[in-house]
């Protein structure tokens, strides 16, 4: 009893040494090795009012995006594409040390990363939102709420955005009238209920949150992890196993092994999450 | 729009003076100190409690008593059409306050001076009586985080359609003009906690409707107490096997 009162008194005073102690071992306070990541759990359609959603859990950080489909005219500078607008919240319930009322800078980068991807048709090709007749598209908001912060949040957030556009069935939509303007089809025209279609999304991407500490490279950090580390590296490899994004924002320096080790990790929950 | 049939059936099927399908589940967060979803049929509502902990902010620190402090916010997707962001909704900071009074009311705040309790309510499916539900999904979030409590507490609301009283109401319900009365309970000590209303009714349809959602409330508080003695038994079983392993 006294000798593990010791040791939590010593993880709570010298957090870094005593993460240091497991790190020399090749082990993490969770018990897991430095290159294994945590188990993940995708569930889908889950909210009920949402057009499509997905819950995704890694150990314990959890995200929860949710689709809402609205009709809208084409952009003027891109006629032929509907657009996938993602945002990223970080309600004060996600950890304890979060503070009500303020726009937490983590969440604007989040919303920017995934926004980004978005936009540029990475995640599925967006001249699929489109209306045949051209006048009208789709808008997918896909706002993804982190509850549970505990690390690696860039990948959870992106599995959930992809977890919930698998899921997305587009209503179809009823021939443009004189007015220009598509309205969804009823359910019972006559020749019978109008199907809705599944979006074809690009070959999804991976993502994988990899820490620096003290020259070792430490696979999927929890949030205890991330906030002793050196340095994070994101990356994300796509279909064929490349690498498809790399984001290291400052810290310490990042060795080309290191990059060997992530990548293939990353190429290891790749092949885990899509099978063979 | 016919809210009450001529068999005296309403809309979703229900007879008037019956709630919604009720679910919940405690310890859904693991970060959390305490949380809980509950759902009343097709509302469903998320609640974290952090705390009691330090004050964040030492000028609103109280030495006699603990600050309680709620954030409600309905997700972009829960309702019909998408809710465009904004945090200074209105209604959403009128709720929060009356989350966190009503709770106050029942907290042994006397027993936690120097200290806060922050409450994080989130809407996830938003399908009328969300107030209610964020209470009593709240309630739930402080008993899993073992703050002391002087009561259990249960909130419903009851509403006035086509000259008849209806427990409970739904969207639609709610969207049909008649009164609506959110009343929250504190069901042991028989104390009303929250008795909101907006709208104009005369004494008697006020009367009735107040009856008919405490009826609601003691129903809710049996359900809660249900679902609190499943949770404590699943932690007393967890208990006694850690310490056989131990």
């Known amino acids: 009893m006294v000798v593990s009162l010791e040791g939590d008194a010593f993880a709570r005073l010298y957090p870094r040494e005593y993460y240091a102690k497991f790190v020399s071992q090749g082990m993490r306070p969770d018990g897991r090795v430095l290159t294994q990541e945590r188990p993940i759990s995708i569930v889908r359609d889950v909210v009920a009012g949402a057009d499509s959603s997905a819950l995704v859990k890694l150990g314990r950080a959890t995200a929860l995006a949710g689709i809402k489909l609205e009709v809208a005219s084409p952009e003027d500078e891109r006629p032929g594409e509907g657009s996938i607008i993602v945002q990223v919240e970080l309600p004060p319930m996600c950890s304890a040390s979060s503070r009500p009322g303020l726009v937490s800078p983590r969440a604007a980068r989040l919303t920017e990363e995934l926004g980004g991807l978005a936009e540029s048709g990475a995640l599925c090709d967006l001249a699929q939102l489109t209306h045949p007749g051209g006048r009208s598209v789709w808008v997918a908001y896909c706002d993804v709420y982190v509850l549970d912060a505990d690390g690696s949040l860039s990948d959870v957030c992106l599995l959930a955005t992809l977890a919930a556009l698998q899921a997305l069935r587009l209503p179809a939509l009823e021939p443009e009238g004189a007015g220009g303007a598509a309205v969804p089809a009823p359910h019972d025209t006559p020749e019978g209920p109008a199907a809705p279609r599944a979006l074809r999304l690009e070959p999804p991407l991976t993502p994988l949150t990899c820490g620096i500490f003290g020259g070792a490279l430490v696979v999927d950090p929890t949030a205890e992890e991330e906030a002793l580390m050196d340095a994070l590296v994101c990356l994300r490899v796509n279909g064929d196993g490349q690498l498809a994004g790399v984001s290291k924002l400052g810290g310490s320096g990042l060795g080309r092994e290191h990059l060997a080790t992530a990548h293939m990790a990353a190429m290891r929950r790749h092949l885990a999450l899509q099978g063979p | ?246």
């Open chain 2, 1 to 246: 729009m016919e809210y009450v049939n001529t068999v005296g059936l309403r809309l979703d099927g229900r007879r008037p003076n019956e709630i919604r399908q009720l679910r919940a589940e405690m310890s859904t967060l693991a970060s959390a100190d305490g949380s809980a979803t509950f759902e009343m049929g097709n509302t469903k509502v998320l609640a974290a409690v952090y705390g009691p902990r330090e004050a964040s902010n030492r000028a609103q620190t109280d030495t006699s008593k603990a600050t309680v402090r709620c954030e409600y916010s309905m997700a972009a997707f829960s309702s019909g059409e998408r809710r465009r962001r904004g945090k200074s909704d209105r209604r959403a900071t009128e709720t929060s306050l009356a989350i966190a009074n009503t709770l106050e009311q029942n907290i042994l705040t006397e027993l936690l001076p120097r200290t806060q309790i922050d409450i994080y309510v989130q809407v996830l499916q938003a399908d009328g009586g969300m107030r209610c539900a964020a209470i009593n999904a709240a309630f739930l979030a402080l008993a899993d985080a073992g703050v002391p409590m002087r009561d259990s507490v249960a909130a419903c609301a009851a509403g006035y359609l086509d000259g008849t009283a209806l427990l409970d109401l739904n969207y639609t319900e709610d969207g049909g003009g008649g009164p609506e009365v959110a009343v929250a309970l504190q069901t042991g000590l028989h104390q009303v906690l929250m008795l909101q209303t907006d709208s104009k009714l005369s004494m008697e349809v006020f009367e009735e409707v107040v009856e008919l959602a405490s009826n609601g409330c003691r129903a809710v508080a049996e359900f809660l107490r249900t679902t609190l003695l499943a949770h404590v038994g699943r932690l007393s079983l967890a208990t006694s096997i850690a310490k056989s392993e131990a």
